[in-house]
């Protein structure tokens, strides 16, 4: 306990002990110890028979003073790191060589922790002493810590292994949560909402102003991404970089490369959606990347490939050409079109591009030099797009016409030539056809749903069975609720789609019973018993699937003994607004 005080020519326990085992009067020599070891005050002497009087014990004296001298003294440390004197440093530096040799005496051990922590620059030899004893290093602060880190990657990259490990659980866990709410899901949170998690704020932390661990941080973000394809660790590496933003910490947001087009990327997210003025500046980083710099593409890739940030540009995407319908323009025509299909393209490309470390836009974004298949994309694609939306709103204007003025035109059944084979072999084209599903699932079109279902079974890396499309398909699927009583729509969403892959893919079998879970009530009573069934746990299956099961069966037996209530619709603030076309003689003006 009292290891260092020999070195300080300060007598300790042991000296104490020596005297007492070679004295001849005890009391003397006990007297003697306290003489020369006490409060060195020849006033004080006097005064201390007083206490005795009163009761209180030597013992409570001297660390009642040694408490209010120690607080003091770090006191004392803080105003002389903080003032302006220029041997500041020097001082502190010879107050750590006195007080170092105490710095595992429990009393003593706060002062040299507030010596180090004001150190700009602690003494190699010490840093190698605190980290070499893991009690020493678990109490020092973390200024100090930053100094150990920066030169030893390895222990920087244990202490943020568990913290990025916390992130993913956390983010994977919002995508399985059991309240299905197309006001309240994955991507509700606003962007400065989500940088106060406790991860963000904690790597924040241990980053401080220090450039090489932030660094350090974003090359364990591209070898985790590398080594997973986890996309919610390109999130982070945002997240981590507008929070510095927000907090102001030039030292590092002045060499991000990525800056800039992140930031002006976080207002649109915070929108969600990409207007003309941001358009033109996006555009503007992206056409400044100098040769000689291309790797900063490897980092914007990885921006953009934040789901966050996809979300954006293909709801931006989806608005757009639902703009471009009602200006009888084609695609190839929209600037601003080819622009978020270029930043589509480039955030899907981000993994073969960091993974291969050849730093190119794919060339479905440079203008002018399309390759035949990606020419299709802007040629073929978006105009069988269009075309699939004018029949959506050519159905809902006739539905809402007088009877007496009504066709007998029916739904199309069949979706364009070849729209199956995009969303099978082009990643842009598939990510926007999953989300002209959700589109038209807000829109409560369960024709449309219908008829896009099938196509969804076979698609671009098996993309819509991944749990962000998943978590947001069953969310807007509660806004069809009543749809569920018919065996027609049933057979249409489970058998068509979610039940053709859940048996070999545990997060699909989730997303079922996660849907059941919330919708039971609706769903055709015979349909349920078939499901109930069907998506009943083998022994193999996870925990997760399990509990949802249970609570499945546990509904479903208090249901029987009460009857269901009616659920209300919620109010929706749509992510598409709805645009107007322009009257003309054969073309009434409705909402798509």
């Known amino acids: 306990m009292f290891a260092g005080l020999p070195e300080l020519g300060i007598s300790n326990g042991e000296d104490l002990k020596e005297t007492l085992t070679n004295c001849t009067e005890p009391l003397k020599a006990i007297d003697q110890f306290q003489t020369e070891n006490g409060i060195l005050l020849p006033t004080l002497q006097s005064a201390l028979p007083f206490l005795d009087l009163h009761g209180t014990p030597r013992l409570e004296f001297h660390q009642s003073v040694f408490d209010e001298l120690r607080d003091k003294l770090m006191e004392r440390v803080a105003t002389i790191a903080e003032g302006k004197d220029e041997d500041r440093y020097g001082k502190l530096k010879e107050l750590l060589e006195k007080s170092f040799p105490l710095a595992k005496m429990p009393s003593i051990q706060p002062v040299v922790m507030q010596v180090l922590k004001h150190l700009p620059k602690v003494p190699e030899k010490k840093l190698k002493l605190v980290m070499a004893d893991k009690e020493l290093y678990k109490v020092c602060a973390v200024e100090v810590k930053r100094q150990i880190w920066q030169e030893n990657q390895a222990l920087f990259g244990d202490e943020v292994s568990p913290l990025l490990k916390q992130y993913i659980v956390a983010k994977e866990a919002a995508l399985f949560s059991r309240d299905l709410s197309i006001l309240h899901n994955f991507f509700s949170p606003s962007p400065k909402a989500r940088r106060q998690g406790e991860v963000v704020l904690k790597l924040i932390q241990m980053i401080g102003k220090n450039v090489k661990l932030y660094d350090m941080v974003l090359q364990f973000l591209r070898t985790l991404f590398l080594r997973t394809r986890n996309v919610h660790y390109c999130t982070l590496r945002a997240e981590l970089l507008m929070s510095l933003h927000d907090l102001d910490i030039s030292e590092i947001c002045s060499v991000d490369s990525c800056h800039k087009f992140t930031w002006c990327l976080d207002a649109c997210i915070r929108e969600k959606f990409v207007d003309a003025k941001r358009a033109r500046e996006l555009q503007g980083f992206l056409d400044g990347v100098k040769k000689g710099q291309e790797e900063v593409l490897g980092d914007l890739s990885m921006i953009l490939c934040d789901p966050f940030a996809s979300n954006t540009l293909v709801l931006s995407t989806v608005r757009n050409l639902q703009e471009l319908l009602s200006q009888d323009a084609l695609p190839r025509d929209s600037p601003d079109l080819m622009l978020l299909l270029r930043m589509l393209s480039l955030g899907q490309c981000a ?97 449309a749903l219908q008829r896009l279902l099938p196509a969804l079974v076979e698609t671009y890396n098996d993309m819509a069975f991944g749990d962000i499309f998943l978590h947001l398909l069953t969310a807007h699927l509660t806004l069809l609720s009543d749809e569920f009583g018919t065996k027609e729509f049933c057979s249409a969403v489970f058998d068509g789609f979610l039940l053709t892959s859940f048996s070999s893919k545990e997060n699909v079998h989730r997303h079922n019973l996660r849907l059941l879970l919330h919708l039971h009530q609706k769903v055709l009573p015979s349909c349920v018993e078939t499901l109930v069934k069907t998506l009943e746990p083998s022994k193999q299956s996870c925990d997760q699937v399990k509990e949802l099961y249970a609570k499945l069966t546990e509904k479903l037996e208090a249901q029987k003994k009460s009857p269901p209530q009616a659920d209300e619709a919620p109010s929706l603030d749509l992510g598409l607004h709805p645009v107007k076309v322009p009257t003309t003689a054969s073309t009434p003006t409705t909402s798509l």
């Open 351 to 447: 993994w073969d591009m960091i993974d291969s470390q050849v730093f190119k836009e794919p060339r479905l974004v440079c203008s002018h030099s399309f390759s035949i298949s990606e020419l299709e994309v802007v040629t073929r694609f978006l105009p069988a797009m269009l075309s699939v939306l004018v029949d959506d709103y050519t159905f809902t204007v006739e539905q809402k016409l007088p009877s007496e003025e009504k066709t007998s035109l029916s739904y199309p059944t069949a979706l364009p030539d070849n729209f199956n084979k995009y969303l099978q072999e082009n990643k842009v084209a598939c990510e926007m056809g999953l989300y002209y599903a959700l589109h038209i699932a807000k829109q409560r079109n369960k024709n």
